[in-house]
């Protein structure tokens, strides 16, 4: 079986971090919300610190919820995020999502958050979580595209970022243009059309506190995450070059009329 060929973009800095555990189960998965049953069986993809998986097992009080990440330092963050809300009904385990360690048919819903944008191989990631769930039930994606994100005002240096982070996550051998791929790798992964019900959701920052939190967070992401480091060492840009577009985020944050939009891809398939 195939394994992990990509490289994660963001890694795990404090400022990635930072993000990260904004992600709730309302503002990152609610257009999953609605399927859930209180006795399901969830497996969580690229869980991360765990935010979304404590919200799922929370939502499924009588079942079980299964955080996955490929990196194992985050899991100690996951566990300590699911002990500090009091919830008993998970657990979490390192895996690839290229070849899931459970039997076929264990979940009820296999779920993955901002995972196929970052993968080797999406449609093998995808017939591995329609393989672990269980027929009739529900295989649920959510993937950023990045080719959409848009702002207002332009800020010279903003585009730059935007056309940069897109060359390095290609060169990483991921697809950040991902959330309008995602139809199409869950009929390419087995899913039968009509099964596959695919809508689009966005995430938008415009209040001040908003503006704020999202530039400050990329622009220290720009100069000292390990996409930073990948940047660098890959050729894509140098130190000036990045600092000139860090310089550029916090232009924008501190624009009165600022506006950022974010366009996602979501799929729920039925197995």
């Known amino acids: 079986m195939p394994q992990e060929s990509a490289v994660y973009t963001h890694g795990h800095h404090e400022s990635v971090l930072r993000s990260h555990t904004w992600r709730t189960a309302a503002n990152s998965a609610g257009y999953l919300l609605d399927s859930l049953l209180p006795h399901m069986q969830v ?3 690229g869980c991360g610190p765990g935010t979304i998986t404590a919200d799922l097992a929370a939502l499924v009080p009588d079942g079980q919820v299964t955080g996955l990440d ?3 330092g985050i899991l100690e963050q996951a566990r300590a995020t ?3 809300r009091g919830v008993q009904n998970v657990r979490f385990t390192v895996g690839d999502v290229h070849e899931l360690d459970f039997p076929d048919d264990t979940f009820c819903v296999t779920h993955a958050h901002q995972v196929l944008q970052h993968v080797g191989d999406p449609v093998q990631a995808l017939r591995e979580m329609r ?5 009739g039930d529900i295989v649920a994606v959510r993937d950023a595209d990045y080719a959409t994100f848009t702002w207002y005002p332009e800020v010279a240096g903003m585009a730059d970022w935007l056309d940069l982070y897109r060359r390095v996550a290609r060169g990483n051998g991921g697809m950040p243009d991902a959330g309008r791929r ?3 790798w869950a009929r ?8 596959i019900t695919a809508k689009a959701s966005t995430w938008c920052y ?4 908003e503006r704020s939190w999202w530039s400050e967070l990329w622009a220290d992401r720009t100069v000292a995450s390990s996409y930073a480091k990948i940047a660098i060492d890959g050729g894509y840009a140098t130190e000036d070059d990045l600092t000139r577009i860090a310089a550029a985020w916090r232009e924008w944050g501190a624009e009165e009329d600022g506006w950022f939009g974010m366009l996602h891809g979501e799929i729920l398939c039925r197995v």
């Open 188 to 195: 390419q992964a087995g899913f039968a059309p009509e099964n």
């Open 182 to 184: 995602l139809h199409a």
């Open 70 to 72: 490929h990196t194992p």
């Open 82 to 84: 699911a002990a500090s």
């Open 131 to 135: 393989r672990v769930t269980k027929p």
């Open 206 to 209: 415009q209040t001040p506190e």
């Open 43 to 45: 497996l969580d993809i």
